[in-house]
């Protein structure tokens, strides 16, 4: 369908199937107080609602310059447009007196060991991730919302995502080479989303309810270094073959790594990267994480090397007993020497706006 319904318990753009195209934006709040704060909530959610539906930009008369810039023509298509916006800890500062509504979870993005991260391509007050189907579609969204907040905030980095179709066929690749996203949770498998994505009522943080934390992480790949890597090695590092997608145990590629009976590590190296980000033992299972990550592509850097790489895109119900405790498990795996994590940020995907009347962040203010 090409229309994903704005309105709802939780926001769009984490359960729903990943779209082809999407830009994560992270802005600094400017808004001078809480109520230019709320009107800011407030103006987002209406455009928020009109882009996601599509439909006709109303008329300025001829002397006005045009409601909308045009580049989808004269009807805005909806194209399975999402809008997810998330806040970060620096949103709960002194600026707008919601220090005590900061929830308890919500912390600033730590450094981790092999970052290489870049101050100015980190860290945000408010989040925001735009995915269609079509890359006009993503601009066309950005520059509507930018347009319509100038003055209550301001770009701080931005990047843009594209997936693969899949090729052949079942999961899209990185541009690694290797199929992204064949062990994840599903966004439509209610139980697991209610179980370790979506934060329950009752939280602690319980104006929170119905939201979830994202955790954004750009990581640029080495891919002069790692197209000079053997495929065994490479596919030693992931425990999965390139072209099937199948754990290094399997054949195919939904079949299920055991590695269980195999504790050495004989077929799928203990170092590697689906054995420590998910060694599925019984005590493991609670620090699974929704990925819904994108390719980037940003032309060439100031050498001449190719400067893409992944928007490592993730969602979780707690920071520490999920991305966090997967993230240390990563760390010193033999993928760092061709991967540099160098910006993102934590933030909370905001409940979602249940109807007409409802507003982006309106239980949190
Ligand atoms: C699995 C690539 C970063 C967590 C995978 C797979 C690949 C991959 C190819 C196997 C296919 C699959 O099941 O999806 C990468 C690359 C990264 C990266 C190229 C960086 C550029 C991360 C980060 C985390 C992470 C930062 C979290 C801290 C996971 C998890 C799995 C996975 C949880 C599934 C493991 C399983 O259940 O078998 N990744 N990944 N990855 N990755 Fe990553």
Same mark, same amino acid.
């Given at each position: ?38 009107? #800011? ?84 007050? #408010?989040? #925001? ?46 541009? *690694? ?43 640029? *790949? ?14 030693? *590092? ?128």
């Amino acid at each position: 369908a090409p229309v994903v319904p704005f309105h709802g318990q939780h926001q769009a753009g984490v359960a729903t199937e990943a779209q082809r195209n999407s830009t994560m934006v992270s802005f600094d709040v400017l808004a001078a107080n809480k109520g230019e704060l709320t009107d #800011l909530l407030r103006t987002l959610t209406d455009r928020a609602r009109f882009l996601t539906a599509g439909g006709t930009p109303p008329d300025p008369g001829i002397s006005a310059p045009p409601t909308d810039s045009g580049i989808l023509g004269p009807q805005v298509p909806a194209d399975r447009l999402t809008v997810t916006v998330g806040v970060g800890a620096s949103l709960f500062d002194d600026r707008y007196g919601l220090a005590s509504r900061k929830p308890a979870g919500l912390t600033a993005m730590r450094t981790f060991p092999n970052d290489f991260l870049d101050a100015a391509q980190c860290h945000g007050d #408010l989040s #925001l991730h735009l995915c269609a189907d079509n890359p006009d579609t993503v601009l066309h969204a950005l520059r509507d919302i930018a347009r319509h907040t100038r003055g209550a905030m301001q770009i701080r980095w931005q990047i843009d995502g594209f997936q693969s179709p899949p090729r052949p066929s079942g999961t899209p690749r990185n541009l *690694m080479g290797f199929k992204d996203g064949t062990s994840n949770l599903h966004g439509y498998d209610t139980q697991q989303m209610n179980d370790l994505v979506w934060l329950p009522v009752g939280d602690k943080s319980g104006w929170a309810a119905g939201g979830t934390y994202q955790v954004v992480r750009t990581i640029r *790949m080495l891919v002069e270094f790692w197209d000079r890597v053997s495929i065994t090695e490479q596919e030693n *590092m992931f425990g999965r073959r390139r072209d099937s997608g199948a754990p290094l145990d399997g054949d195919k590629e939904f079949d299920t790594p055991n590695f269980a009976a195999d504790p050495v590590g004989t077929a799928i190296p203990l170092t590697s990267h689906i054995r420590r980000a998910n060694p599925r033992t019984s005590d493991t299972a609670g620090s699974r994480i929704l990925r819904r990550p994108y390719n980037y592509n940003r032309g060439i850097d100031s050498v001449g090397n190719v400067d893409c790489g992944l928007v490592f895109i993730c969602y979780q119900k707690d920071l520490a007993t999920q991305f966090e405790t997967v993230q240390k498990r990563l760390a010193d795996e033999p993928l760092v020497d061709y991967i540099q994590p160098f910006g993102g940020g934590y933030f909370l995907v905001l409940p979602g706006v249940r109807d007409a009347n409802d507003y982006l962040g309106r239980t949190m203010l």
